[in-house]
């Protein structure tokens, strides 16, 4: 296990929908998620998705204590979510200010639905389910994207409310 250096935005993998995974007892996909976590921690990240570390899989962990980025949210349980799918609740969306390992140092306002179930696999391969609102509905929502291919500047609709972290600082 490694922290593994963050793809950047404009690197072309990033934009690519990414493969399933179909074998959840290989090395290759432990040492997978093992690399995403020391990566994530490194990075002070709360989520990551395995097409930022170069690897086109359908894999995304999130999760957090607290931390230093979002101190006024909640924890959220770490997680591992092999081949994801989320259902929206409702059609109730909310902007919110994201940032992204991808981008660092940017943040944009970002509509993200409310209420959301999303389900998977865990790291043994086993299906769950979680209904979940507010902040951990959005990470959830940006982890996913980008095993779609989506980064999260494809989704602000003002790009008046995008831009450097310590340029915004007074707005988000």
Not at 12 to 25: C, G, K, R, T, Y
Not at 76 to 84: A, S
Not at 130 to 157: C, M, N, S, W
Request: proline residues 6%; negative net charge; glycine residues 8%.
């Amino acid at each position: 296990m490694s922290v593994v250096a963050v793809k950047k935005m404009g690197t072309q993998s990033l934009l690519e929908p990414s493969l399933p995974i179909e074998n959840f007892s290989s090395e290759a996909l432990y040492r997978l998620i093992d690399d995403l976590k020391e990566t994530m921690k490194a990075e002070q990240g709360v989520g990551i998705a395995a097409p930022q570390i170069g690897y086109n899989q359908r894999v995304v962990i999130f999760g957090f204590e607290q931390c230093d980025r979002y101190p006024s949210e909640a924890a959220i349980p770490f997680t591992v979510l092999i081949n994801p799918t989320i259902k929206p609740l409702s059609e109730e969306m909310e902007d919110g200010w994201e940032g992204c390992l991808s981008l660092p140092g940017l943040r944009g306002l970002v509509p993200r639905y409310t209420n959301i179930e999303y389900s998977g696999f865990d790291a043994q391969g086993k299906l769950f389910s979680r209904t979940v609102d507010g902040f951990h509905a959005r990470v959830v929502q940006h982890e996913v994207d980008h095993i779609e291919g989506i980064l999260y500047p494809q989704r602000i609709k003002d790009l008046r409310f995008f831009g450097f972290l310590d340029a915004l600082a007074e707005r988000c």
